[in-house]
């Protein structure tokens, strides 16, 4: 028997619930609640019941660290029992790689949870909180889509493919490589054709503990130095994104930044390179460019997005994966992070 709709909400900070303070917008204690409770939008029996979880403390999203991937993942593991979907309350500039942790971080999950925020605060006339955060609720409540998604501006985006496009705009996220999961117009409409089936076996869902985040993330731009890539692939780093330019190329007439790569990969790094174009693949044997990289030990991260190349060396090396393992995850499609070359059917 289908359970009736419950929706939690776990909210961690950001815009959405923030105060006017003499030092701009910060997170207020209890604040948003108390708001949500005089709105008759928020009280209206069209809506799944919901009931607020409020983090402490509750964060700008520029203060996340992974350790706060894992308390929400914690959180939607503690909590799967009791509701039908959740609504996680994020900030929005680091909400995209929120979105992306928790895709690898929550294993076998069979129900939506839906990252949302705003660029204006509720408590503002003007704002976009109460679109966003009724859709959300509406579609956590009532759409059994069983994935980690982000709801902003009329799109619902698949949590490990989306990325923040607008600073100011209130259409401020999009998944260049992927299709939006559902939009909502007059009517919501799913995509469902897009959504990923539900586990084979449907259980508890289950959270990988990933400690250690040895990871990090460096940009190619014309001139880049040598001993800048040197500095930072260095042991005890893991695991680096790098952001090539086009379908993966990078500078190869500088044979000491190419050594820095092969130095680092023979050390044990794994190096995934991604594009720094917002839309397309890479593909490292187009160019002598891109080659060079990969003889250097550089594999493609295809069409991952930073956050989501990011978090998911985070996750495969918090598995405790060995190099080969994770380069080998790297390449797969774990959840629907990447495009495969070929379907998994191909053979
Ligand atoms: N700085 C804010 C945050 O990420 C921005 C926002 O929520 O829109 O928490």
């Not at 949302?116 to 959300?136: F, H, K, M, Y």
């Not at 044990?268 to 593909?283: A, E, H, L, N």
Request: proline share 8%; hydrophobic share 45%; with cysteine.
């Amino acid at each position: 028997m289908t359970k009736p709709p419950r929706v939690c909400i776990l909210y961690t900070g950001g815009t959405i619930g923030m105060k006017r303070t003499p030092n701009g917008y910060a997170p207020a204690p209890g604040f948003l609640g108390e708001q949500m409770a005089t709105l008759t939008e928020f009280v209206s029996p069209a809506l799944p019941p919901y009931e607020i979880i409020e983090f402490d403390p509750l964060l700008d999203s520029s203060n996340m660290t992974p350790a706060d991937w894992l308390k929400i993942a914690h959180a939607v593991a503690a909590h799967d029992d009791e509701y039908t979907g959740f609504v996680v309350i994020h900030g929005t500039d680091t909400m995209a790689y929120t979105a992306s942790a928790l895709a690898f971080l929550l294993g076998g999950l069979s129900k939506p949870v839906i990252l949302t925020g705003s660029q204006i605060p509720l408590c503002e006339v003007r704002n976009d909180a109460v679109e966003n955060l009724i859709t959300a609720l509406l579609i956590a409540g009532n759409d059994p889509v069983p994935e980690v998604c982000l709801y902003f501006g009329g799109k619902l985006l698949r949590g490990c493919r989306a990325v923040k496009v607008n600073a100011s705009g209130l259409s401020a996220f999009d998944s260049p490589n992927y299709p939006p999961l559902g939009i909502a117009g007059i009517d919501v409409v799913m995509n469902w054709s897009a959504i990923s089936p539900p586990p084979a076996i449907e259980g508890r869902v289950t959270v990988e503990n990933a400690a250690s985040p040895l990871v990090g993330v460096l940009k190619l731009f014309p001139g880049i130095a040598p001993w800048m890539a040197e500095n930072f692939l260095r042991p005890p780093l893991r695991g680096a994104v790098l952001e090539a330019y086009g379908v993966g190329s990078g500078p190869d007439h500088d044979d000491r930044l190419i050594q820095a790569f092969a130095d680092a990969s023979r050390q044990g790094i794994v190096i995934v390179s991604i594009t720094q174009c917002r839309q397309g693949m890479v593909k490292l044997d187009s160019y002598a460019t891109g080659s060079n990289l990969a003889k250097a030990g550089v594999i493609s991260g295809m069409d991952m997005t930073t956050e989501a190349a990011l978090t998911k060396l985070f996750y495969l090396f918090g598995m405790g994966f060995s190099t080969e393992k994770v380069k080998e995850q790297i390449a797969a499609n774990l959840r629907g992070e990447l495009t495969p070359a070929r379907p998994a059917w191909v053979k």
